[in-house]
Nanobody, 121 residues
Framework: QVQLVESGGGLVQAGGSLRLSCAASGSIFSINDMGWYRQAPGNQRELVATITSGESTNYANSVKGRFTISRDNTNNTVFLEMNSLKPEDTAVYYC???????????????WGQGTQVTVSS
């Protein structure tokens, strides 16, 4: 069993910054891709950013230049640094990870429980 626990969400004014963290724990052999998604009320969940085990990154056009994804492989943690926040960034943010579990080394995708980010104008 693998758990992903997110932290760092909250309320911030437009133009402000937040840093999200997501720590994976449990029966982990290794972690491949990790990522952040978000879902605003009435909208589908959308990709924000992803990072491979080799630390190649990919961003949604809407956050390029403002958000930075990074990871700490030693501690199985992924981060999302969010700067120049806009009201349209308001959403529940979810992390995910493609985890090779012990002992089978089969890969499964796991999701965190979500953390609310609210940006006021």
């Amino acid at each position: 069993q693998v758990q992903l626990v997110e932290s760092g969400g909250g309320l911030v004014q437009a133009g402000g910054s937040l840093r999200l963290s997501c720590a994976a724990s449990g029966s982990i052999f290794s972690i491949n891709d990790m990522g952040w998604y978000r879902q605003a009320p009435g909208n589908q969940r959308e990709l924000v950013a992803t990072i491979t085990s080799g630390e190649s990154t990919n961003y949604a056009n809407s956050v390029k230049g403002r958000f930075t994804i990074s990871r700490d492989n030693t501690n199985n943690t992924v981060f999302l640094e969010m700067n120049s926040l806009k009201p349209e960034d308001t959403a529940v943010y979810y992390c995910n990870a493609d985890v090779r579990i012990r002992p089978s080394r089969t890969t499964y995708r796991y999701w965190g429980q979500g953390t609310q980010v609210t940006v006021s104008s």
